[in-house]
């Protein structure tokens, strides 16, 4: 209870700095609120903001944000912190790339060859660390194939 308390303080404290950094001043927070309340119902807001899909993808994303945090939490129960910590290195190029694709009400992002060699230089390093770990069992399904190439 008092984690909580502490939250809704610094939020209140931290108020008029995220309303500066928005360009918002107070007096207009609870237009703005408002204005948001009204997108996510699925009105149309005075400031003529689009908001088709919602409430679905509000909705969805938190879904899915509880669905990949539940995840996250037994792989870190049957993995441990280790491997999820290279799980969650590795998952952030691959949704960067996600976001490459043309996406419904999202702009289709385009990357640099910057991107490009550093998630190859992470994922190679990341192959590298786990080595021990995935080449015994790449090596017997490769040893499987290559039987049953010579018998079939």
């Not at 919602?54 to 938190?62: C, D, E, G, R, S």
Request: aromatic content about 8%; overall charge positive.
């Amino acid at each position: 209870m008092c984690c909580f308390c502490a939250q809704a303080a610094f939020l209140l404290l931290l108020l008029p700095v995220t309303c500066k950094l928005k360009g918002l001043s107070l007096p207009e927070l609870p237009a703005y609120l408002k204005a948001g309340t009204d997108c996510l119902m699925g009105g149309s807001p005075l400031c003529g903001a689009d908001c088709s899909g919602a409430p679905l993808l509000p909705v969805l994303y938190i879904c899915v944000n509880v669905a990949f945090n539940v995840a996250a939490m037994y792989l870190v129960r049957s993995s441990g912190a280790v491997a999820t910590a290279l799980t969650m290195s590795c998952l952030v190029p691959i949704t960067v790339l996600a976001f490459t694709l043309p996406l419904p009400f999202l702009q289709q992002a385009h990357l640099g060859p910057g991107f490009m060699y550093g998630t190859g230089l992470l994922m190679a390093g990341l192959l590298m660390f786990n080595a021990r770990v995935w080449m015994p069992a790449a090596v017997q399904i490769g040893q499987q194939w290559r039987a049953k190439l010579a018998n079939g």
